[in-house]
């Protein structure tokens, strides 16, 4: 069992190294959000046209965006509307100078999930 004098050293020392782990990145400026958003949303909308074919409307939502050694790592939202309704994705991606060097979808939106397993494509990491 965990006591107030056991606890308090704990918490201390986890935010002290979560300070540590933090400090080689740095948050992207908006010039590197705005570049990090267009190479991948360009990037996304290429997997997926592979599965579905898009009406031109999207929408890239950064949830994070880190400078770290030259590269700019980021994650994401990205929205497309297709002929039959909007679908989403969710990933990570690495984008060095002005393009994406590594993009890994984590989720789906169901419907994208069952276009892609209709096609044979497979989109998202498991």
């Given at each position: ?89 969710e ?8 393009d ?17 397993a ?9």
């Open positions: 069992m965990l006591t107030a004098r056991k606890t308090l050293p704990a918490i201390a020392l986890s935010l002290g190294l979560g300070l540590f782990a933090t400090h080689a990145l740095a948050d992207c400026d908006d010039g590197q959000e705005d570049t990090v958003g267009k190479a991948v949303a360009a990037a996304a909308s290429g997997k997926i046209s592979a599965v579905v074919a898009g009406s031109g409307k999207q929408m890239i939502n950064l949830e994070t965006c880190d400078a770290a050694g030259g590269n700019l790592v980021a994650e994401f939202k990205y929205n497309l509307i297709g002929a039959d309704g909007l679908y989403w994705v990933g990570k991606a690495k984008v060095v100078g002005k994406v060097k590594e993009m890994t979808f984590t989720k789906l939106s169901p419907n994208l999930a069952s276009a892609s209709a096609k044979g494509v497979k989109l998202a990491a498991n």
